[in-house]
């Protein structure tokens, strides 16, 4: 039975990864897009934003599994779950990293100007590395959700654990232990997550600390 | 009374240009027909009540802040607010201009020694090395060579004031603009800051300085400015100002500084 759930890891992990990637490389022209002063464009990421976090993961994986052909073949299960699950992170990762932006002082960017550095470095060398601090938690907490989140794939049909918890509780009619098991390996994957970010952020803000 | 330091100080090139600067934030009129001259190697005090606009010609020097209408000079490097330039000759005009704040703005995420060497390979191409080695001897300079490999943040607010000033002087600026350096610090800290500025100005750099120290504005200064309401009601010797202060509203911002 352990080794059943634990067959599912490999999926679980790399369906949250290849999302989180996605996630993260989506969200880049989203933030530009509401850090913009381009009302236009402003108003375009904003949309896309409120539209993407709107619709239920699940629901995009119906969409993108039953709904999308390319070029006469339909996405994979994998990909119509990976793409899904990236599409609603992209979304809220812009958020995350936005507010992460705002919490920088303004007279960084004026520090930064006055001393002639251009726009590649002001962001680059001074805004960037000081927001990413401030997004590590919250980006950690998104992953974490995110691992968990990647179960909704087992609606399409790719094995990853869940999916064959429950194929294995009912074949054999012993539901209850086989999620217990399924659960007892998620908190244990995610618990060093945690901890790691944690550690990371309590040694990055004793350095910069107030 | 309005004097021109040309006429004072002969013989000096003129480094600083500001010609009929005007700024409005919305409806609020900040500066009106702003016009000044800095000589090379002098040290020009402004002072006057807040809100009368020192910060905002400082910070329009640099261009922090873009203004209405106006030209702005600074070592041969020109720019006309109401015509288009190049980010080249914003960065131009930048970089002959170095800029100490009222809060610092160190970098927090740096240690001390990068703060002051970061810039320099960003802005000037200068090798890590190079930055270092000039980073240092500009840190020592301050008084503050053990602190190097320590953080902003741990640093008290007199030698952060410190390091800010060496970040700028690391990037060989023509004119140092100085917002009111000494006012987030205590009196007795200030004082080590103000050390520091003494020594520049003996050096011979060309400083501005927005302050409300008053015995510094005297004491160093070779041209007071005193502005009010967005425009420069008084300028010329310190002393002379200070003493006899020619201006009604100069008199009563003297009065009330001078006599607490």
């Given amino acids: ?210 | 009374m309005i004097e021109n330091p040309q006429d004072r100080l002969p013989g000096r090139r003129e480094v600083v240009r500001v010609r009929n600067l005007a700024k409005s934030f919305g409806e609020n009129t900040v500066l009106s027909d702003v016009n000044l001259t800095v000589l090379e190697g002098t040290v020009t005090a402004m002072i006057g009540p807040s809100g009368a606009g020192k910060s905002t010609v400082l910070r329009c020097m640099n261009l922090l802040e873009r203004p209405d209408s106006g030209t702005i000079e600074i070592d041969g490097h020109v720019i006309d607010a109401e015509r288009r330039f190049s980010n080249r000759e914003l960065f131009a005009l930048r970089r002959s201009a170095g800029m100490v704040f009222q809060h610092f703005n160190l970098f927090p995420h740096m240690t001390v020694l990068r703060n002051v060497s970061l810039p320099q390979q960003r802005v000037l191409g200068r090798s890590k090395g190079e930055a270092d080695e000039r980073a240092m001897a500009l840190l020592t300079r301050m008084g503050l060579a053990d602190k190097g490999e320590q953080y902003p943040n741990r640093c008290s607010g007199g030698q952060q004031q410190r390091i800010a000033i060496a970040r700028a002087l690391a990037l060989d600026p023509k004119v140092m603009l100085f917002d009111e350096p000494t006012s987030a610090l205590d009196p007795e800290v200030g004082l080590e800051v103000l050390e520091v500025m003494k020594e520049l100005a003996a050096s011979g750099m060309t400083m501005i300085v927005v302050t409300h120290e008053m015995s510094f504005a005297r004491s160093v200064s070779e041209d007071l400015i005193v502005m009010a309401d967005g425009g420069i009601i008084e300028q010329g010797d310190p002393k002379r100002i200070m003493a006899e202060p020619s201006h009604p509203r100069t008199q009563e911002f003297l009065r009330a500084v001078l006599q607490r």
């Fill in chain 1, 1 to 210: 039975m352990l080794l059943t759930v634990l067959a599912g890891i490999p999926l679980t992990i790399s369906v949250t990864a290849v999302a989180l990637v996605i996630g993260t490389i989506g969200s880049l022209p989203l933030l530009f897009g509401i850090l913009s002063g381009n009302r236009l464009v402003w108003l375009i990421a904003r949309g896309i934003i409120d539209l993407c976090r709107g619709i239920p993961i699940v629901v995009w994986m119906f969409i993108l599994f039953y709904g999308v052909t390319i070029g006469g073949t339909k996405l994979s299960a994998f990909g119509a779950a990976v793409l899904g699950l990236g599409i609603v992170s992209a979304a809220y990762l812009a958020e995350i990293f936005r507010g992460a932006i705002s919490s920088v002082a303004a007279g960084q960017y004026e520090a930064a100007r006055a001393l002639g550095m251009t726009p590649r470095a002001v962001w680059g060398d001074i805004v960037g590395p000081q927001a990413w601090r401030v997004a590590i938690p919250g980006y950690t907490t998104y992953g974490i959700g995110l691992l968990k989140d990647s179960s909704i794939a087992s609606t399409i049909g790719v094995a990853e654990m869940v999916f064959r918890s429950n194929s294995y509780a009912r074949t054999t009619g012993e539901g209850i232990t086989v999620f217990l098991v399924a659960a007892a390996i998620y908190v244990i994957v995610s618990v060093p997550v945690g901890v790691l970010s944690r550690k990371a952020d309590e040694k990055l803000s004793a350095v910069v600390a107030r």
